[in-house]
């Protein structure tokens, strides 16, 4: 799949086929022949070709203006974990000091957009007639079914209110409406919907990485949790039980490393390769599929950017748990045998250096120290496990790290939550300690066999905070949980401000999602803007 996704990534059909339609602007220029596109009246006849269109539509996903940066900069990094050194346009989302016209809202817009389309050019063309083989043929539509979902699935969590496009472009009717969410939702369930019946278990060779039927599933009752429609997500996530499994305690931070990709635990990830060929935001194949991401996870002295401290309730949050196993993965900070790049321990790793000249070169205590604060960074995808600190590039060009979408610790939390919140609670306890097993924790099934609902939901709430740290979930967490403001607002519950660096503080109705972007809505009027940012 990294092959087959980052190396022959070939631009979508469509994006070919209207490139000359949209931005001609002489007759001249219309009539040039594109040698490397393929003709759109014989789409859809050849398995190599639609697999290149599939590719295509994830190139945009995996790019450096999704997730292979901009998504982090201007969407995860908003969460309570994480306190943001503030650094020009560049943090004003991830520290609520955004409005319209600031930076990291258009781009996402873009290239999902840009992947849906390329995905309904692949549903709507590929034909029996075309690719007569059902399973060939559904294998492929399927991943544009899923890919599909995804896209709105983070748009409709971003956003809120967007444009449901299931078709090719009506050129004489580009001003598009918006849709309502409950739309989008129903939109995105269907489509998983498809996919569950056309993507196979598994795929092997170059494949593997792929969209499977256990991903649509993951992605569709995670979407009812969303959605507050507990029974159909207990029932969907349940359906998973048993077809994937939990890495040892020794190798949790496999899920996060470029070693075993693609395990056991893994639902859906998407798939990074370090490059050296670098076009930043570019799409075209070969280049773009690398984890500059590293930018935003490294440590401020790794970061071209400021960076950020993990705020300290995380860190308690570990330690009241006795949770070493997970906290050794996701922390870096003070704490025995803790160790930063190349396996160097945390006061060498993160200690002031000497320069060339002999001058003192400021490392990440001396940061920590002088912002007042303690010296808590993450190891996520911070790009430690590649080596030293020399080793891995600024701009994070050499990191290829895939990213996990959807866990199978998720998957089970998930499910507990659902159980839980339909009146299962019961039910409920043996998947949440499954997870709490696998981490060497006490079970609450032998601490408390009887626990009520409102006890059930905190262990879950907190559950999720020490098993995803890290991972992009959080803020999502916060916002359907109607938490956020509790946590990010002016008053938080954890006592010193998540945001204090910066001094943004979160606010309700406004700040549960980002604004439309002002370039869209100067091209389109149809679109209105989200609360709070007139």
Avoid at 233 to 259: C, D, I, R, W
Wanted: hydrophobic fraction near 40%; charge should be negative.
């Amino acid at each position: 799949m990294k092959k087959m996704i980052k190396i022959k990534s070939l631009l979508g059909i469509i994006t070919c086929s209207l490139l000359l339609v949209l931005f001609a602007c002489s007759d001249n220029i219309l009539d040039q022949q594109n040698n490397n596109a393929t003709s759109t009246a014989n789409f859809g006849t050849s398995v190599e070709q639609v697999e290149s269109a599939i590719n295509g539509a994830f190139h945009p996903i995996t790019g450096t203006f999704f997730w292979g940066r901009i998504i982090h900069t201007g969407a995860m990094l908003r969460s309570d974990e994480f306190n943001v050194f503030p650094f020009g346009s560049n943090t004003a989302m991830s520290t609520f000091l955004g409005n319209p016209g600031d930076r990291w809202a258009t781009e996402p817009w873009q290239e999902l957009y840009k992947s849906i389309a390329r995905c309904n050019n692949v549903i709507i063309n590929v034909t029996e007639e075309g690719i007569p083989d059902q399973t060939t043929r559904e294998n492929l539509v399927g991943q544009a079914y899923f890919l599909r979902a995804f896209d709105y699935w983070y748009l409709v969590n971003l956003y809120g209110n967007v444009p449901l496009i299931t078709e090719l472009p009506d050129l004489d009717n580009l001003l598009v409406e918006q849709a309502t969410p409950e739309s989008i939702w129903a939109q995105i369930i269907s489509d998983l919907e498809m996919a569950e019946t056309m993507l196979p278990e598994s795929w092997t060779g170059e494949d593997l990485g792929r969209p499977t039927s256990g991903a649509a599933t993951a992605l569709k009752g995670k979407s009812y949790l969303y959605m507050e429609q507990f029974g159909p997500a207990a029932t969907t996530l349940g359906s998973l039980v048993g077809k994937y499994s939990l890495l040892p305690a020794a190798n949790f931070g496999e899920n996060f490393s470029t070693t075993n990709e693609n395990n056991s635990e893994s639902v859906f990830e998407l798939q990074f390769l370090g490059q050296q060929t670098f076009v930043w935001g570019s799409d075209i194949p070969g280049t773009g599929s690398m984890g500059n991401y590293h930018i935003d996870y490294a440590t401020p002295t790794k970061s071209p950017d400021k960076g950020h401290l993990i705020n300290p309730w995380l860190k308690d949050l570990f330690e009241a748990n006795g949770d070493t196993v997970r906290r050794n993965e996701t922390l870096l900070y003070d704490y025995p045998g803790a160790t930063g790049y190349g396996g160097a321990s945390f006061n060498i790793d993160l200690a002031d250096t000497l320069d060339e000249d002999g001058n003192v070169v400021a490392g990440d205590l001396t940061v920590a120290a002088d912002a007042g604060l303690e010296a808590i960074y993450g190891k996520k995808y911070s790009g430690m496990d590649l080596g030293a600190r020399g080793d891995v590039d600024f701009l994070g060009t050499n990191v290829g790290n895939n990213w996990r979408i959807i866990r199978y610790a998720d998957v089970l939390l998930m499910l507990a939550e659902a159980l839980n919140e339909d009146n299962m609670t019961s039910q409920a306890i043996q998947y949440i300690d499954m997870v709490r097993d696998r981490a060497n924790l006490t079970l609450i099934a032998d601490t408390n066999p009887g626990i009520n609902q409102a006890d059930m939901r905190q262990a879950i709430i907190e559950e999720r905070a020490m098993e995803l740290a890290g991972e992009g979930h959080r803020f999502f967490d916060l916002v359907r949980w109607d938490l956020a403001d509790d946590y990010l607002g002016a008053t938080s519950l954890h006592g010193a401000h998540p945001k204090s660096l910066s001094g943004g503080v979160f606010q309700s109705n406004k700040h549960e999602l980002i604004w439309i972007p002002n370039s869209e809505r100067d091209s389109n009027p149809n679109l209105d803007q989200n609360p709070g940012y007139n």
